[in-house]
T-cell receptor
């Protein structure tokens, strides 16, 4: 089974520029997450999709960040315009979901390798 | 609101020595608890998880963790560390009944000396 794919792996931009990240979840996984991981911190959830609908985007800075999952499969996260403090690793994760946890791990989150963004 | 504290930012152990990484959580009900490992340039990999039942949980790569409700802790242990265990370790908590959202600790960086 292929894992979660993300691209690009690295991106360097100047502040006020725009950037987009792409994520392809594991086949058949209904739930998709975007996390922001700032250096020295744990991942912070930005947005959660269930198929093509948004479940939770309460921590997404909506004035500059946007995300979509139009066909309920792959997803794009965009930052426009970028700020210095957006420098971080952006992680995508997917989960077979929905529903509650089971001991069988049906609802384990699988993470992609991340995109490291540097804003100069 | 749920939260996770990993009090040790960086731990150094010698290869073959035992390891314990600390994790304390704050959550109003019975939490679901996880340990993830992140190697440089890699995504997070699940080591183990606790949902209910036996409070001692076995994971991959020889790791185990013990849930102690009275101490709100979920410490990760390994009896003999290998050089390949050098990585960053994250404890996470999810609300009972769902893995829909995880709250992560700030991580513990593990260095293994030869």
């Amino acid at each position: 089974e292929a894992g979660v794919a993300q691209s690009p792996r690295y991106k360097i931009i100047e502040k006020r520029q725009s950037v987009a990240f792409w994520c392809n979840p594991i086949s058949g996984h209904a739930t998709l997450y975007w996390y922001q991981q700032i250096l020295g911190q744990g991942p912070k959830l930005l947005i959660q999709f269930q198929n093509n609908g948004v479940v939770d985007d309460s921590q997404l800075p909506k004035d500059r960040f946007s995300a979509e999952r139009l066909k309920g499969v792959d997803s794009t996260l965009k930052i426009q315009p970028a700020k210095l403090e957006d420098s971080a690793v952006y992680l995508c994760a997917s989960r077979r979901g929905p529903g509650t946890l089971s001991l069988g791990g049906r609802n384990e989150q699988f993470f992609g390798p991340g995109t490291r963004l540097t804003v100069l | 609101a749920q939260s996770v504290t990993q009090p040790d930012i960086h731990i150094t152990v010698s290869e073959g020595a035992s390891l314990e990484l600390r994790c304390n959580y704050s959550y109003g009900a019975t939490p679901y608890l996880f340990w993830y490992v992140q190697s440089p340039g890699q995504g997070l990999q699940l080591l183990l998880k606790y949902f209910s039942g036996d409070t001692l949980v076995q994971g991959i790569k020889g790791f185990e963790a013990e849930f102690k409700r009275s101490q709100s802790s979920f410490n990760l242990r390994k009896p003999s560390v290998h050089w390949s265990d050098a990585a960053e370790y994250f404890c996470a908590v999810g609300p009972s009944g769902s893995a829909r959202q995880l709250t992560f600790g700030s991580g513990t960086q593990l260095t293994v000396l030869p």
